[in-house]
């Protein structure tokens, strides 16, 4: 096992495939000459040149259409999309396309398509580049939505991305860049549509992703201290979404808050919590909480910030609400 | 061209023609579900722009496809069994009138968003280009397509990667209801390639000799790797946008002096002023499409409907 930052693993997962598999390429704004917005394909323009490191126009619904026609050719296009806020310019090839094509055209076309992007807020970016929109793309059945909270996942689950015939959207956290972890040195990938128990315990369950695995680790920490175990489930990929994982926990602990950075309404948590309630009715000890991001556009003011987005003690206070009423 | 491939090209103009209009009355018997769109009075555009392609060059258009499909060489069997929603159209039923597309015959649809096809296009062009292929991308739209973004972030992406492929505007003279004047800044679509340094040219839509000489000519520029080009092919549409169309927008008498102008006419004339072929032999290719389609619509009304278990296929590739 090595330790390795987040950027480093995606990087890898990247510059391995393309080692790899000749038909794998990357097209973006600022993925070549410039090494990526977030540096994550430094290096790559140089080594594997710009046919297959493509600087692209600031032209999102060309980013994402051209990667379709790509794949549509037997391509493996991984299309960057600077963030995910940007990728609303793209929408329409994200979901009227990409996500209808293998369905409408009664299975002849096939998309082996990637397009990665960047999530988040907490950087004080303002309200049109700060947004978590990740549930509004999981609506749509057809696309794959995939959304890795720690170095190992990320490169395991862009390798499985890049080699499926499936499009996905694949998201990463903006910071969670600098997360370092280990990462196994050996090859392997990690299977899109799979929750995992991140951290076991025996008292409550927090169902969670992304940045907010992070945020959930650390709540369970101090919550540890207090004796509480909480088993922390890391949904990995929000379609297909894997419950299994969850629905075990939840028989065994009884109680759940569900944590993400994204809104309330409409949410991830939303889903998962109908889906407990739905499928695990008899085992609910405690009504289910949601931790989300409040209802705001999110600005830009610091302070102001951290308030609208979800923090380690309001998943405290989430976990002591299910256990205590 | 042989005498056989001019006669095919007429064949192919009234199969389309009559394939509309009996889907026209399919439709009004309740028999077509949604919208349909017909290909009335463009047929020389899509017969003579696609008798120039090679095999391996890929065809993609818009939602008005019934046509298009019947020139990339799919039965008209399977256009009306697609039209009919049966198992055994085109797109399995999934797809319907706005939604064909055959993968073994370069034909990549068939696209309901407007304009939403073109940067696809690019993507396609860019897919030869990068594997090296001796392929053009054909990509058809409407003189509407023309104003919505895409167009523009296809076109400018085409040029600045030299992508091996050619724009046909099939400009029909209106977008739904609306007249181009009353929606381009410019009456000539050609003229917005002019802002992406894209060479281009303006075409009778009419006249079917008169686009395949436009296409032969293009495609082979593209092919030696001269990167793409416009061509705006001047058309009209005799029926409504879709079905059910009050045509409030434009008068009678200006849907009659185009129908003088008729695309199968103009070419018949051709046909026989050329000597290529005498009445007769076009009465018989009149009487063989007329056999075919009636085949066509039986087929397709005793098709299968498509399982239930189809309802959750394809949805993914995998899981």
Known sequence: ?325 | MEKEAYLDLYYQMVLIRRVEEVASQLYQQGKIGGFLHLYIGQEAVSTGLISARKPQDRVITAYRDHGVAINCGIPAKEVLAELLGKATGVSKGKGGSMHMADVSKNFWGGHAVVGAHLPIASGLALGDLYQGNDTVTICMFGDGASNIGYFHEALNLSKVWNLPVLWVCENNQYGMGTAVERASAVSEIRQKALGYDIPNSRVDGMDLIAVREAALDTIQKIRQGEGPYLVEAVTYRYRGHSMGDPERYRKAEEVKKWEENDPIGIYMRFLIAHKIAVESELDEIEARVETEVEEAVQFAESSPEPAPQALFEHVYVEG
Request: proline fraction near 6%.
């Open chain 1, 1 to 325: 096992m090595a330790r390795i930052t987040m950027r480093e693993a995606i990087s890898q997962a990247l510059w391995e495939e393309m080692e790899t598999d000749p038909n794998v390429f990357i097209l973006g704004e600022e993925v070549g000459v410039w090494g990526g917005t977030y540096a994550v394909t430094k290096g790559f323009y140089d080594h594997f040149g710009p046919e297959r490191v493509r600087d692209t126009p600031i032209s999102e619904a060309a980013i994402v259409g051209a990667a379709i026609g790509a794949a549509l050719t037997g391509l493996r296009p991984v299309a960057e999309l600077m963030t995910i806020n940007f990728a609303f310019s793209a929408m329409d090839h994200i979901v009227n396309e990409a996500a209808k094509f293998h369905y409408m055209f009664g299975g002849q076309f096939v998309l082996p398509l990637v397009i990665r992007t960047v999530g988040g807020g907490g950087r004080q970016l303002g309200a049109t580049h700060s947004q978590t929109p990740d549930a509004v793309f999981a609506h749509f059945p057809g696309l794959k939505v995939v959304a890795p909270g720690t170095p190992a996942d990320a490169k395991g689950l862009l390798k499985s991305a890049i080699r499926s015939n499936d499009p996905i959207l694949f998201i990463e956290h903006a910071t969670l860049y600098q997360a370092r972890d280990e990462v196994p040195e050996e090859e392997y990938t990690t299977p899109i549509g799979k929750a995992a128990v991140h951290r076991p315990g025996d008292d409550v369950t927090i169902v969670t992703y992304s940045k907010m695995l992070e945020i959930s680790t650390k709540a369970a920490d101090k919550l540890a201290q207090e004796g509480i175990q909480a088993e922390i489930i890391d949904l990995r990929s929000l379609r297909p979404l894997d419950m299994e994982p969850a629905l075990n926990s939840f028989k065994k602990t009884n109680r759940a808050v569900i944590v993400e950075e994204g809104w309330r309404s409409y949410g991830v948590g939303s889903e998962v919590a109908a889906r407990l309630y739905e499928e695990a009715f008899d085992y609910i000890d405690a009504p289910i909480r949601r931790v989300a991001q409040k209802e705001v556009p999110l600005p830009y003011n610091r302070t102001l910030e951290q308030m609208a987005l979800p923090q380690v003690e309001d998943v405290i206070k989430a976990v002591k609400e299910v256990l205590h009423g």
